[in-house]
């Protein structure tokens, strides 16, 4: 069975900074390319970035590009989201997923965590 779970989400200060992770069990990790996601209240899941199974390709949107950073360690199957200089507006729920191509499109990705609170206030 295929698990993703996210963590790091929080209450932070705008300015400040988050790490989520998104651990993953039950699926050949370095095989996925792996995204983060968010939804925040009464709009669409959004996407952020992606990084390949290797970790050498990433993208992330140009939105946050100078203030995320998405990144893989294999090894403990897990990914991880750095989000700095964070704002009000980057208060959503963070999603993990995991595709088996290098893909933005939300419907290209086969597994998905439950999702991980993050609240910016000012």
């Known amino acids: 069975q295929v698990q993703l779970v996210e963590s790091g989400g929080g209450s932070v200060q705008a300015g400040g900074s988050l790490r989520l992770s998104c651990a993953a069990s039950g699926l050949p990790f370095g095989s996925y390319a792996m995204g983060w996601f968010r939804q925040a209240p009464g709009k669409r899941r959004e996407f952020l970035a992606n990084?390949?199974?290797?970790?050498?390709?990433?993208y992330v949107v140009s939105s946050v590009r100078d203030r995320f950073t998405i990144f893989r360690d294999n090894d403990k199957a897990a990914v991880y989201l750095q989000m700095t200089s964070l704002e009000r507006e980057d208060t959503a729920v963070y999603f993990c997923?995991?595709?088996?191509?290098?893909?933005?499109?939300?419907?290209?990705?086969?597994?998905w965590g439950q999702g991980t609170q993050v609240t910016v206030s000012s």
């Open positions: 990084i390949s199974g290797n970790g050498r390709s990433t």
């Open positions: 997923g995991a595709s088996r191509s290098l893909s933005t499109g939300e419907g290209f990705y086969d597994h």
